[in-house]
């Protein structure tokens, strides 16, 4: 055998032997053994061309030899490692399974090498025809036997031992199908990282953190280039023909492969969660699931929640993978309230370090949002957090100094405190109908929003073009502040001092959207002032910017006017103001120009004379 020349071809007679009584001497030394040793790892090249007789009698002397296979048979495992399962004869398969098993637990060196092979296999089988384009190789339930063959391997490997934990999570990552995978193979991943959630009760949080850390990454890039302008005005969208319009230009827009991954993957997870519940799911769902109702659904809520504080808090771009959130806090009170008090412990936490900063600004939008948008929560609850975010915008501008001179506006360094502001603004506007029908209006006039609205940091004019509009429009329609004349006149750029976001913005997965839509709160002012918030939300996305830069046209109709004409014809508007609405404006020309309204009108108009 030893002289056999090295090109001859292999058959399945040449190396069907003892080799358990051959690997000993391998191990020995021997020279023959090595020979026989060698032809055995080139015989694994040429499996898939035998019959399935050589198959059966090649493998079956293999499954004999697993506590053998030390660090000095890597080459022997690795090729084991390598066989395609479907290659295995049914009746061995069992066996096969127990032959990798017992190479990673009684040899650790090849441990690594073992969760590969297992976790490889969560992905299906595939088929590539003439055109390029792949399918699943394997009916359903034959792929679903080598789904139950690797989910065993992977358990038994964590149980026999738990510090493997870590690696088998590395794997997990490292197998995650590529944005560009077909649609049934992503799917059949996060089904199996599911599947393997229910086991894996030590890296339970870490899977969950996989699962949703790639689904971010699909809904970014989905959702980059339909997020819409920087006016934000389609947070308050009133016209549902404006919104159906929207939704099928955002349809077009979007990859169909990807919008397909995310909404499947959206409707399995929903489902696993009902599952986990006892909220009764369809025969489908199902099918895949494998939940031995050992877990605790709040042990799944934690998971889920907890990854999605680590990757939505900095991920402003993500439209549709937040409503996870939405959902996974819809399922009982306690875990809204959780929901919200994890936001507020984040939001509210000092840290000097830039990457903090941006996941308490995230915090606070996903405050907001929930206050706004999620239908569960109660006007009670809403005011509640409203009255402690105005407490802490208080709080924050009486550290700075409320009027201080040397306090710079729109600085990144008060990012927080800005994030919040125009999360206030927003819950605000969102909610305060709710809040004058439950006679709530007297308490929000003891919140003082004029200290921090009026303050030297200027959070309005920072705040979302459309958000500022509104809130302005509707505090000034419920007589709290007037605030109108801090918003910038026309569409000014700047850089914000906050990453802007908006969460539960719209939903357009059509597989869930059923699911999704009872959640959300649309905006519903009173009836009073529709029209008005309108007209506000229009200009906001410039609609009517022509209409805002005429109103100071006249400055420039005459160039040949002097400057006391143009001062005399600017105090009469002033003044004419100052009679239609009264003393909040002559508070406000105060508090601006810090002199008094009284005295300071005669002397301008006399040097508007004097200088005429």
């Not at 092979?117 to 792949?134: Q, T």
């Not at 699931?289 to 900095?314: D, Q, T």
Request: net charge negative; aromatic share 10%; hydrophobic share 40%.
């Amino acid at each position: 055998m030893a002289e056999a020349p090295e090109n001859k071809t292999i058959s399945a007679r040449d190396v069907i032997t003892n080799y358990s009584k051959a690997m000993t001497n391998y191990l020995q030394g021997d020279v023959q053994a090595i020979l026989l040793y060698k032809k055995i790892c080139n015989a694994f090249d040429l499996v898939e061309k035998w019959d399935e007789n050589a198959s059966r009698q090649f493998l079956s002397q293999i499954l004999d030899i697993g506590d053998l296979l030390d660090h000095t048979c890597k080459t022997l495992v690795e090729n084991i490692i390598k066989l395609k399962w479907t290659k295995v004869p049914m009746d061995l398969r069992m066996r096969w399974r127990n032959l990798l098993c017992e190479i990673g637990v009684k040899h650790v060196v090849h441990l690594e090498k073992i969760y590969q092979c297992a976790i490889r296999a969560f992905l299906p089988e595939e088929s590539v025809n003439e055109k390029g384009e792949a399918s699943p190789a394997l009916s359903e339930d034959q792929q679903a036997e080598l789904f139950g063959m690797a989910h065993s391997i992977v358990n038994q490997l964590l149980i026999v031992i738990p510090v493997s934990a870590k690696m088998a999570s590395k794997m997990l990552n490292r197998y995650f199908p590529y944005q560009s995978s077909p649609v049934f193979k992503t799917t059949a991943y996060i089904r199996n990282l599911i599947n393997a959630s229910e086991y894996a009760s030590v890296i339970r949080e870490e899977i969950w953190g996989i699962i949703i850390d790639n689904l971010v990454n699909f809904d970014s890039l989905i959702s980059r280039d339909t997020c819409g302008d920087d006016s934000g005005a389609e947070i308050f969208m009133l016209d549902e023909d404006e919104e159906n319009s929207r939704a099928s230009a955002v349809m077009e827009e979007c990859n169909p492969d990807q919008m397909a991954k995310l909404d499947q993957a959206m409707r399995d997870i929903i489902d696993y969660v009902h599952s986990s519940h006892s909220i009764e799911i369809d025969d489908e769902a199902a099918a895949w699931m494998h939940c031995s109702g050992k877990v605790e659904s709040e042990s799944v809520f934690n998971a889920i929640h907890s990854s999605l504080m680590r990757h939505l808090l900095n991920a402003p771009t993500v439209r549709y993978v937040s409503f996870l959130w939405l959902f996974l806090a819809s399922l009982k009170e306690e875990y809204t309230e959780r929901v919200l008090s994890s936001l507020w412990e984040c939001l509210i936490r000092p840290s000097s370090l830039d990457g903090e900063a941006k996941k308490s600004q995230g915090a606070a939008s996903y405050l907001a949002a929930f206050i706004s948008r999620a239908k569960y929560i109660d006007i009670r609850m809403a005011q509640t957090y409203l009255a402690r975010m105005a407490a802490y915008l208080c709080s924050y501008v009486d550290r700075v100094g409320l009027s201080s001179r040397t306090i710079v506006p729109g600085l990144s360094h008060h990012g927080v405190f800005y994030a919040m502001a125009n999360a206030f603004f927003l819950a605000f506007s969102f909610r305060y109908r709710e809040i004058v029908k439950s006679g709530g209006l007297d308490e929000v006039r003891h919140w003082g929003i004029a200290r921090f609205i009026h303050s030297s940091l200027d959070p309005l004019k920072y705040s979302i073009v459309s958000v500022g509009r509104c809130f302005a429009a509707v505090s000034r329609s419920l007589q709290l502040v007037y605030c109108s004349h801090v918003l910038p006149l026309a569409m000014t750029e700047f850089n914000r001092p906050f990453d802007p976001c908006n969460p539960f913005d719209a939903y357009f997965l059509q597989k869930t959207v059923s699911l999704i839509t009872p959640l959300t709160r649309k905006f519903s002012p009173m009836k009073e002032d529709a029209d008005n918030l309108t007209r506000e939300i229009s200009m906001s996305k410039g609609e009517k910017k022509k209409e805002e830069e005429s109103a100071i046209d006249f400055l420039d109709e005459d160039e040949d006017m002097d400057y006391g004409e143009r001062i005399i014809i600017t105090l009469n508007t002033i003044a004419l103001i100052s009679e239609v609405i009264g003393s909040s404006f002559q508070w406000s020309f105060h508090s601006i120009f810090n002199i008094s309204w009284s005295s300071s009108i005669p002397i301008w108009i006399s040097y508007g004379y004097a200088m005429s």
